[in-house]
């Protein structure tokens, strides 16, 4: 299978992941990064995939990167984590701007809880529990906070 095959035949396996063109190399066992930004630089062109500056969905750093153009209308279930809450972002700023809501209230501190449970290996406590979101082996307590950063707001405090 050539390169131009392997490379289309990911990212349409990984539909509504965005790759930049190192982690695309280093998925496919390239030997150069450069074989990766020929193809995707051409499949950039076609009606099938996008090429763009954003967040690569693996690395998480701000570069090119190359995805399957999502089906209208988007199918949730094929987008990684990363791009709902880039998603969700843009629709929460559209309805503040059409004043359907005032706070930018978000699922971030849940999202947060789910993330430090499952990293620490913690119990995660249900909502009704008072002063504590998780426990460890160990039976101590945590409160886990979190915060979405937010453009209008430059402000980085808790």
Same mark, same amino acid.
């Given at each position: 299978?050539?390169?131009?095959? /392997?490379?289309?035949? #990911?990212?349409?396996?990984?539909?509504?992941?965005?790759? $930049?063109?190192?982690?695309?190399?280093?998925?496919?066992?390239? @030997?150069?990064? /450069?074989?990766?930004?020929?193809?995707?630089?051409?499949?950039?062109?076609?009606?099938?995939? *996008?090429? %763009?500056? =954003?967040?690569?969905?693996? $690395?998480?750093?701000?570069?090119?990167?190359?995805?399957? +153009?999502? #089906?209208?209308?988007? $199918?949730?279930?094929?987008?990684?984590?990363?791009?709902?809450?880039?998603? #969700?972002?843009?629709? %929460?700023?559209?309805?503040?701007?059409?004043?359907?809501?005032? &706070?930018?209230?978000?699922?971030? =501190?849940?999202?947060?809880?789910?993330?430090?449970?499952?990293?620490?290996?913690? /119990?995660? /406590?249900?909502? @009704?529990?008072?002063?504590?979101?998780?426990?460890?082996?160990?039976?101590?307590?945590?409160?886990?906070?979190?915060?979405?950063?937010? &453009?209008? +707001? *430059?402000?980085?405090?808790?």
């Amino acid at each position: 299978m050539d390169i131009a095959a /392997q490379v289309s035949g #990911h990212l349409r396996k990984l539909a509504g992941v965005n790759l $930049c063109d190192d982690c695309l190399a280093e998925d496919l066992d390239l @030997s150069r990064r /450069q074989q990766a930004f020929r193809v995707t630089s051409a499949l950039g062109t076609t009606g099938e995939f *996008t090429r %763009e500056r =954003g967040t690569c969905d693996k $690395c998480a750093l701000e570069k090119l990167v190359t995805g399957v +153009k999502p #089906h209208e209308p988007a $199918c949730l279930n094929t987008l990684s984590v990363t791009r709902l809450f880039t998603e #969700h972002a843009k629709i %929460e700023a559209e309805l503040r701007a059409r004043n359907v809501i005032r &706070s930018a209230n978000s699922p971030v =501190g849940d999202y947060a809880e789910t993330l430090f449970c499952t990293a620490f290996g913690w /119990q995660m /406590q249900g909502a @009704s529990v008072k002063g504590y979101d998780a426990l460890d082996s160990e039976n101590v307590r945590y409160q886990i906070k979190a915060r979405k950063l937010n &453009s209008e +707001k *430059t402000s980085r405090q808790l």
